[in-house]
């Protein structure tokens, strides 16, 4: 017992220690250690059925280190530990090494499942003395990791000859040849430099970490959105893209990812959080949560519904300049899970009816949500004058804009029915188009917008919206990220196509609410707002406009879809997971035996060198002395055992005796190439050579493929035997 753990702890030592390697920062190190020494544990408990029985123990207890998954929960363990699992493998062939282990829990668990697994695999071949075994476990344990991680395999590599040499020499009781050391630092010398080569490493030739472990045929990609304010429209791939999944309850919702709260030169910008952005009502909060999985998402900002309140993504590192804003300056990247709570109210429009426009500083204040222009405000609503004290700060193309925004709605005796005439107007009255392709705008889109072509996408519809509610004297802001989705199962699939942009009115006792100005007709995939304002809007619309909302019944007409999906504007690169139509598990496999495979080849050519080296000479004496241990090799590796000073006659009737084959004219040849008169050793010395392939023929014939193969792996000649 004390053998095993002692032969034992360098091998959990380098496994762990290289596993580790594929993270950054490094965790917690404390449980690699922790999952380890559960791993040592069972190979020092006796008998076999004891030692079963500890493995599952110690594999139940590193499953709640690695996972979190707790044993107290028995129900629940399979199906939660199998899921993880899977996610944090598959999670391998997305996510660029190393992995931050905060955003990427699943893969860390992975990690000490993979720590875990080979150090018990190792160490149970170690009690058992099974030397070979367990070196190659070792080779596989730290060379799996260390391909992922691509960087310092010479120290890997060097580690690795170094432990397996500690396991041979801690179990074999067999001398070891002097041959054996130099040849094995080849083998892995070669391995390293085939491994850090040009060829290998730059063009790809067996990138296996690499391997895609699914059958999608279709290039991946991962989806970008410039979110500050671009009118020059928006281009989508022919291939949907799903970016988010969040789990939360039916209730269609906006799934925010920034707001816009500067208007300058022409456009909304994302600027520096402002104090009213975080503003909800102190008392009657109903929060509602979210659980959101990113897929294909390559942004900093982390989305949630309505006006998010607070995050929690575990351990890893958010940062929040205000209230309700957060980001992983990393970027987020795929299967990262967070949790979000969200103040979203759903009142009614009488409820908002009776919402009067008093307002805090932290919105009326300079440069925040009254603001038309920098460092120009207007007054709030119901603040007499208002219409010429706004017409007073604008030139001619804004006033034009503000002129029309207080002819839909300046007559509006409350913030709430201003609001929901421009969404009217925009929706269905005004005589809008919606489509991705704009006309070609001069420097103030949203005043040609308003004023001349009436025809864009959502952010000219949010845009011209957000500006007109502050000249109207209603703190709004442009809001951007996705529409709701389809929701099934109890989860919202959130796609390329819902990105999206609408208004952000402030309403006292409610704080923040969304409206929709952008045509909906004919667009069912974007998703609506269900609360109860909104629905009675939608409503309002569909009487005032008298065509069904979808189906191939609908008319075309100005305020219509025009053919296009909505949108912020977006980018698209890759990676990102694709449609799972396959199984990982063959993509592991193929792993698995190309590692066997590079194993067995190593061995062969090491025996190949070494017998080869032997030969090495002109003295036929010397000849007939390698044909010798060549035959004794043989002999041992079929687990014949001979005495290292085992004469040509001994071996000879060994060799009659186990395997039925006649040796006599080898071991002539061979006696009289050592033996006999010099004038004739040269030609006994060449006739010995050409016997013992031929002696070694007939005995191939004689053995079972399996003992052939087993002969050609075993490493006994090389003196490790235990």
């Known amino acids: 017992m004390p053998r095993t753990l002692v032969v034992s702890l360098a091998p959990a030592t380098l496994i762990a220690s290289v596993w580790l390697r594929l993270e950054a920062p490094v965790d917690r190190p404390e449980r690699a250690i922790a999952v380890a020494g559960l791993a040592l544990v069972p190979a020092l408990v006796r008998p076999l059925a004891a030692r079963v029985v500890a493995a599952l123990v110690a594999a139940v207890l590193a499953a709640w280190v690695a996972f979190g998954v707790s044993p107290l929960h028995p129900r629940h363990l399979p199906g939660t530990l199998w899921h993880r699992f899977e996610n944090g493998f598959l999670d391998f062939y997305d996510v660029r090494m190393p992995f931050d282990p905060r955003v990427h829990p699943d893969m860390r668990g992975v990690v000490l499942a993979a720590v875990f697994g080979f150090v018990l695999a190792v160490a149970c071949a170690v009690a058992a003395r099974r030397p070979v075994l367990a070196a190659v476990l070792v080779v596989v344990g730290a060379g799996w990791p260390a391909t992922l991680r691509g960087s310092g395999a010479f120290v890997v590599g060097a580690a690795t000859l170094l432990t397996v040499l500690i396991?041979?020499?801690?179990?074999?009781?067999?001398?070891?040849?002097?041959?054996?050391?130099?040849?094995?630092?080849?083998?892995?010398?070669?391995?390293?430099?085939?491994?850090?080569?040009?060829?290998?490493?730059?063009?790809?030739?067996?990138?296996?970490?690499?391997?895609d472990p699914y059958n999608a045929p279709e290039p991946p990609v991962s989806v970008a959105f410039v979110w500050n304010a671009d009118y020059s429209g928006l281009h989508w791939p022919a291939k949907r893209t799903t970016v988010l999944q969040v789990q939360a309850p039916r209730r269609s919702v906006y799934w925010r990812a920034t707001v816009l709260d500067d208007f300058a030169g022409g456009r909304w910008r994302e600027t520096l959080p402002l104090r009213g952005d975080a503003l909800v009502p102190s008392r009657g909060k109903s929060l509602l949560k979210q659980q959101v999985t990113v897929l294909a998402l390559a942004?900093?900002?982390?989305?949630?519904?309505?006006?998010?309140?607070?995050?929690?993504?575990g351990d890893a590192p958010i940062t929040s300049a205000a209230p309700g804003v957060a980001q992983l300056s990393a970027g987020l990247t795929h299967g990262f899970r967070y949790t979000v709570w969200s103040y979203a109210p759903q009142p009614t429009s009488a409820a908002l009816a009776t919402s009067k426009p008093v307002y805090?500083?932290?919105?009326?204040?300079?440069?925040?949500?009254?603001?038309?222009?920098?460092?120009?405000?207007?007054?709030?609503?119901?603040?007499?004058?208002?219409?010429?004290?706004?017409?007073?700060?604008?030139?001619?193309?804004?006033?034009?804009?503000?002129?029309?925004?207080?002819?839909?709605?300046?007559r509006a005796a409350t913030p709430y029915a201003a609001a929901a005439a421009l969404e009217s107007w925009f929706r269905t009255t005004g005589g809008f188009t919606y489509t991705n392709d704009p006309p070609r705008q001069s420097s103030q889109p949203l005043v040609d917008f308003v004023t001349r072509t009436r025809t864009g996408d959502c952010q000219h519809f949010a845009g011209a919206m957000a500006l007109m509610l502050r000249y109207l004297g209603v703190p709004a802001r442009v809001a951007v990220g996705f529409s709701s989705g389809t929701y099934h199962d109890g989860v919202w699939t959130v796609t390329d196509r819902d990105a999206?942009?609408?208004?952000?009115?402030?309403?006292?006792?409610?704080?923040?609410?969304?409206?929709?100005p952008t045509p909906a007709l004919g667009r069912p995939e974007r998703g609506e707002l269900s609360a109860p304002y909104a629905a009675a809007q939608r409503l309002r619309v569909q009487g005032a406009s008298d065509v069904p909302r979808f189906g191939p019944g609908a008319r075309t007409q100005r305020g219509a879809h025009s053919g296009a999906t909505p949108g912020a504007g977006v980018k698209f690169f890759g990676p990102a997971r694709r449609a799972v139509t396959g199984s990982w598990r063959r993509s592991l496999v193929a792993v698995l035996v190309l590692l066997a495979a590079a194993a067995a080849a190593a061995i062969a050519l090491a025996k190949l060198v070494?017998?080869?080296?032997?030969?090495?000479?002109?003295?036929?004496?010397?000849i007939a002395a390698a044909c010798r241990r060549e035959l004794a090799d043989y002999l041992v590796d079929q687990r014949i055992d001979t005495a290292r000073s085992a004469t040509l006659h001994e071996l000879g009737a060994l060799v009659r005796h186990e395997?039925?084959?006649?040796?006599?004219?080898?071991?002539?040849a061979a006696t009289a190439a050592r033996f006999g008169p010099p004038h004739g050793a040269d030609a006994a010395a060449r006739r010995s050579r050409r016997e013992l392939r031929a002696l070694r023929r007939n005995v191939r014939v004689r053995l079972r493929a399996r003992d052939r193969v087993r002969g050609l792996l075993s490493l006994r000649s090389f003196g490790f035997a235990p």
């Open 610 to 622: 070494v017998r080869n080296g032997r030969y090495a000479t002109r003295d036929p004496r010397r």
């Open 500 to 516: 999206h942009a609408w208004v952000e009115a402030w309403f006292r006792g409610y704080g923040w609410l969304p409206f929709d």
């Open 360 to 410: 805090p500083i932290e919105l009326t204040e300079p440069g925040a949500f009254l603001e038309i222009a920098p460092g120009r405000s207007v007054p709030a609503f119901g603040v007499p004058n208002r219409r010429r004290t706004v017409l007073g700060q604008l030139d001619d193309r804004y006033g034009r804009v503000a002129k029309t925004a207080f002819a839909v709605a300046g």
């Open 659 to 668: 395997l039925a084959v006649d040796p006599d004219a080898f071991v002539a």
């Open 299 to 313: 942004d900093s900002r982390l989305v949630g519904a309505s006006d998010p309140v607070r995050f929690d993504a």
């Open 167 to 211: 396991v041979f020499a801690g179990l074999t009781t067999r001398h070891v040849p002097r041959i054996a050391v130099p040849v094995g630092i080849a083998v892995v010398l070669l391995a390293v430099a085939a491994s850090t080569s040009a060829a290998v490493g730059k063009s790809g030739i067996l990138a296996w970490q690499h391997w």
